[in-house]
């Protein structure tokens, strides 16, 4: 069993929908997560960091931690044509990052 | 503010000759440093990392080394590049042993 599990999708949604991107994780020793945004031939870049269960708001952006349940998920409210990237979640692990393997999404107009 | 630098920004190399990737950062010090590498529709593996100058730790053998000759200076190498040494090659850096920030990445084809 990997440590991090996300469907790699992809997942084509309309303009205006909401997004709901998921990890599950099997190592219950986790404290922090985080998700990372990808563009297209570009580094990933840092999105939102939890540390806690229960959910963190920014902007169109919410990250939910159950970890009763090892599960995180991402939702994005009001999703735009520039939402169109892959989501990685991340875990940090003894000085590294163990990384889901993404989820590729599209949003169109 | 910190900055993370990659050069160069694309490369193709033929199989058999050398390779040199540079990354640098701005803005911080004794940062820890990550060599990872990203194939086509694939997530992101970790080759390398290093704590401090002239410490290296690998994390999948395989044709590549890394040095960190200076504290925001780390450099992945290759003797002989293999065809499945193509992919995508992204330096990152952190602080506190958490988050991590990403560089422009370099992309590498072997031909």
């Known amino acids: 069993q990997k440590e991090v599990e996300q469907d790699p999708g992809p997942l084509s949604v309309p303009e205006g929908a909401i997004v709901s991107l998921n990890c599950t994780y099997s190592?219950?020793?986790?404290?922090?997560f985080m998700w990372y945004r990808q563009y297209s031939r570009k580094g990933p870049e840092l999105l939102m960091y939890t540390y806690s269960s229960g959910n963190k708001e920014d902007g169109r952006f919410t990250a939910q931690v159950d970890k009763s349940s090892k599960y995180i998920s991402l939702f994005i409210r009001d999703s735009q044509p520039s939402d169109s990237a892959t989501y990685l979640c991340a875990l940090p692990q003894g000085g590294k990052l163990i990384f889901g393997q993404g989820t590729e999404l599209s949003v169109k107009p | 503010s910190q900055t993370i630098h990659q050069w160069p920004a694309t490369l193709v190399q033929p199989v058999g000759s050398p390779l040199s990737l540079e990354c640098t950062v701005e803005?911080?010090?004794?940062?820890?440093l990550y060599w990872y590498r990203q194939a086509a529709g694939r997530g992101l593996q970790l080759l390398f990392y290093?704590?401090?100058?002239?410490?290296i730790s690998s994390e999948v053998p395989q044709n590549l080394s890394a040095s960190r000759p200076q504290d925001r200076q780390f450099i992945l190498s290759s003797k002989k590049l293999l065809l499945s040494d193509s992919g995508f090659y992204l330096c990152?850096?952190?602080?506190?042993?958490?988050?991590?920030?990403f560089g422009p990445g370099t992309r590498l084809t072997v031909t």
């Open positions: 290093s704590v401090g100058i002239g410490q």
């Open positions: 990152a850096w952190t602080l506190d042993r958490g988050e991590q920030y």
């Open positions: 190592n219950s020793a986790f404290q922090y």
């Open positions: 803005g911080t010090s004794n940062p820890n």
